[in-house]
Structure formats: C-alpha cells, structure tokens
C-alpha cells in the first residue's frame, strides 16, 4: 500500500460539472501539496497546506489532519483543466515530498 | 524572471553509457530537489540540496546515481553506466530554504533520458 492514496486514477467528465480528487495518507504530515501536470510534462504547484481550506480560483483544496485525508475541488470545469492531479505530503522537517500515483483528469467540451 | 531550466530536454544513450542531466534553479533559490517519474509512474525523490550540500539522498536507487551542485546554483545529476530502467522523466525543483515545510516548489520541463 503506498503512503499517499489518491482517487480516482482516472476521471473523465462534462464540461461544467463539479469535480472532486481526493487524497489519503497514512503517517501524519507537516504539509500538503496539490500539484498539476500538464499534458506536456510541465508541473506546477497548486496549493500547499496543513489545515482547513484553500481557494483559488474555480480550485479549492480542502484537508482534515484527524481523519488524513484532503480534497481538491474544481468547480465549473472546463476542458483546459484537463490534466494530471498529483498530491504530495511532507514530513515533519523533511524537505523532500512523498508523491500519490496521480488522478488524470479529462473535461470533455 | 526565468523559471527552472534543465538540460538536455531529452538525451538518448545507449546501455552502458554514462550521461550527464542539468539543473538550472530560480536565482535565490537555496533549495533544490531531484525527482524521476517513469512511464505511467508517480513521482520518486532521489535527492535534496539545501545550498551546495545534500542532507537528503535517501532516494538515490544506487551508487551509479550522484550528483553535485556548485555556486548555490546549477546542479548535476550523473547516472553512471546507464540501463535500461534508469528511462524515465528526471525532473528538477528549486524553492525558497525557509526553514519550514510550506515553501513552494517551482520544478523544471525536465529532462526525457531514454536508455537503449
């Protein structure tokens, strides 16, 4: 079992709709990445947390320390949002991140 | 400002073949990570430099991997005698070294090294 879960692995939906990616770990954590990789390769960070909820945008990521799990919400999808999901955690001063297996995502027009 | 450069984009050798891979962090940025993906694979740690020093290289797979890095900035990733599950994305990340675990990590395009 790896330490960071993530689900789905594949997501496929309509334009518009509401989406949700979630992520659980195993042993506690300092903090909490949401991560984006696009089609081409390139990634880029999303959010970073260790508590409650996060807004940016269509994105909100949300997390619960007690039960270690964390939510990333897009709402009103679109198809430029098509792309893969990755969360990562760290470990207490550990700099290095511990990746989930990603979820692709795919928003059909 | 200029985002994470690496080079090359992609390199293609042969078995047995050593090859070099390239970092260029963010200016300023004191930290910088090393992370491989391989097809249809997450992403592996290999190894962290927080200025020219690495505290961190407990995701290196072997002794054919090292690398180095000179002047707090570009960094070398060297894998020695190359086979053929060394193919994979190597990817580069810098941040800000703040002390704590909420910096950002802004990562490079990566380097595609296919092993023949």
């Known amino acids: 079992k790896n330490e960071v879960e993530q689900s789905p692995q594949n997501l496929t939906a309509q334009e518009g709709e509401f989406i949700t990616i979630n992520c659980s770990y195993s042993?506690?954590?300092?903090?909490l990445h949401w991560l984006q990789q696009h089609p081409g390769g390139g990634i880029v960070s999303l959010f970073m947390?260790?508590?409650g909820k996060k807004k940016h945008g269509r994105l909100i990521a949300t997390i619960n320390i007690q039960e270690k799990h964390s939510s990333l919400h897009i709402t009103a999808s679109h198809p430029r949002d098509s792309a893969v999901y990755i969360c990562?955690?760290?470990?207490?001063?550990?700099?290095?991140?511990?990746f989930g297996q990603g979820t692709r995502l795919t928003i059909n027009p | 400002g200029a985002g994470v450069s690496q080079s090359p984009s992609n390199k293609v050798t042969e078995k047995g073949k050593d090859v070099e891979l390239r970092c260029d962090p963010i200016?300023?940025?004191?930290?910088l990570y090393w992370y491989r993906q391989r097809l249809g694979q997450g992403l592996e740690f290999l190894i962290y430099?927080?200025?020219?020093?690495?505290?961190?290289k407990s995701g290196l797979p072997s002794d054919r991997f090292s690398a180095e890095r000179t002047g707090e900035s570009v960094s070398t990733l060297t894998i020695q005698r190359t086979q053929q599950e060394d193919s994979a994305v190597y990817l580069c990340?810098?941040?800000?070294?703040?002390?704590?675990?909420?910096?950002?990590?802004?990562f490079g395009p990566g380097t595609r090294l296919t092993v023949l």
């Open positions: 990340a810098s941040s800000r070294y703040s002390g704590t675990p909420y910096n950002e990590q802004f």
């Open positions: 042993v506690g954590i300092s903090a």
């Open positions: 947390l260790s508590s």
């Open positions: 990562a955690v760290r470990h207490g001063g550990a700099q290095k991140l511990v």
């Open positions: 200016s300023g940025h004191t930290a």
């Open positions: 430099f927080q200025g020219n020093s690495a505290p961190d």
